[in-house]
């Protein structure tokens, strides 16, 4: 056998030096993001001129090979925290979460099993039960795990839901989501094996809320025709409009039919902290299961969401396996193997991030965090009502806007304002100047925001909706 020439390593030096790189252009894109255009474009074929080779055989120098990543890579993306990022659910993110990531990353910590590491295991653990308290589970009864976001959180919810309401046969089971729930609900069950005559998809009223009656009817029917209800998803911040199901109304209907509530709360469950996100949330810690997603608004970078459960039992009781290779090192109860409690095996410690910001800032930093969103979003409202120029299709809600240019006199014709306002949105893009699409409200196409950025201030969004109205007035 020859002996090994190539460890993949670098000198201590080198080391340092390529560190001192990374983390110098971390910090000047956190101090200079918003000088920059926070739209990338590009095609496939441009994307190829500048990436494609062979796989190449040969190294190249670290610094070399960094500049160019830095050089054509991230400024070939996206930038989500941007302050004029206004689309989607964007990221807002925060330093220290970063350092935190890069440092889990580089100790490469599994935080699968606790005899793998105990003090990720136990950061999880105290980090979960700090959630289990802001949204009132049961502390001692209580659970949750970490995900890579809130699609892998609802499909552990709805596994978990399956598994206990059903078993192993839930060819009679049906299931209850609002024409508002999000996207990844839908995937979670088609995932989970359920046919299409096993999702019920409730139309939501005027307020894009649970019809409730509907709901009860749709329920009663299944029952006559001999199905299983066996899960409700509520949403507790819809990510077309911030709209939060009436929870507490939800919840005594699950109660009542022997229902497992799951409520999707990845986008607005964190507002909670602020005064008025608490009184939106009432009937939250009534759910059996929660998603809750710390890459939004807890401010933390991408990979991170987060499954809330009332009873740890379930979780374990659905997802532990006992394979022989792994027979050594179970430990006791109270020690969690986390994989035990998801379907993640192989895990990264992504506990660290949001446990090292939470320390360094404090809980009462992202309370007025997020109570700043809410108002900016507020304000912005403000803005557009006293404006002749801007229609509010639907209010303010957590920190989301939906509005459309249509001014007042010109009486234009709905399919007219539908081509207007999708011309904003993509002469906006097209600029890189603000992310902003569209959605659709009532069968008419409008402008959103999603204000969820604590860097984001009044001036950035009143120039935004400066160079909205340019466009608009381009078109017509």
Known sequence: MKPNNSK?????????????????????????????????????????????????????????????????????????????????????????????????????????????????????IITIQWLLKIFGFPQKKGGGIFTSGGSMANLTALTTARQIKCGDDFS??????SDQAHSSNIKAIRVLGFKKEQIRIIPTDIEFKFAINKLKN???????????????????????????????DL????????????IDGAYGAAAILSAKGKQLMKGIEKADSLTVDPHKWFFQPYEMGCLLVRN????????????????????????????????QLTRRFRALKFYMSIKTFGLDEFRKAITYNIDLAEATESILRKSGQWEVVFPAT??????????????????????????????????????????LLHGQVVL?????????????????????????????
């Open 8 to 124: 993949l390593e670098l000198s201590s030096e080198a080391m340092k030096t390529y560190g001192y790189q990374v983390v110098d252009a971390i910090v000047e894109h956190f101090d200079s993001q918003k000088n920059k255009l926070p739209v990338a474009m590009g095609s496939r074929e441009e994307m190829d001129s500048l990436f494609l080779e062979e796989v190449p055989e040969k190294g190249t120098a670290p610094s070399k090979v960094l500049d160019f990543v830095l050089e054509k890579v991230m400024t070939n993306s996206t930038n989500m925290s941007h302050p004029k990022a206004y689309s989607f659910v964007p990221g807002p993110s925060n330093y220290v979460s970063v350092m935190a990531d890069t440092l889990a990353t580089g100790f490469n910590i599994f935080s699968g099993g606790w005899v793998a590491s105990p003090a990720a295991a136990e950061l999880e």
């Open 218 to 248: 749709c329920i009663a029917k299944d029952r006559l025709e001999g199905f299983h209800p066996f899960c409700l998803i509520a949403t507790s911040g819809t990510t077309n409009t911030g709209t939060v199901d009436q929870l507490l």
């Open 172 to 177: 009679k089971a049906v299931i209850y989501l």
């Open 448 to 476: 959103r925001m999603c204000l969820i950025n604590p860097r984001t201030t009044l001036d950035d969004v009143k120039e935004t909706l400066t160079l909205c109205q340019g466009f608009a007035q381009e078109y017509t």
């Open 398 to 439: 957590l920190a989301v806007i939906n509005f459309r240019f249509n001014p007042i006199g010109k009486n234009y014709s709905q399919q007219k304002l539908d081509e207007i306002n999708q011309h904003i949105s993509e002469k906006v893009v097209s600029s890189r100047k603000a992310l902003l699409v569209t959605t």
């Open 312 to 343: 740890h039992k379930h979780l374990s009781h659905t997802f532990t396996e006992k394979p022989e290779y792994l027979r050594d090192i179970e430990g006791n109860t109270s020690e969690i193997n986390f994989y035990d409690h998801g379907i």
């Open 251 to 262: 919840s005594k209907i699950c109660k009542k039919e022997d229902i497992w509530f799951h």
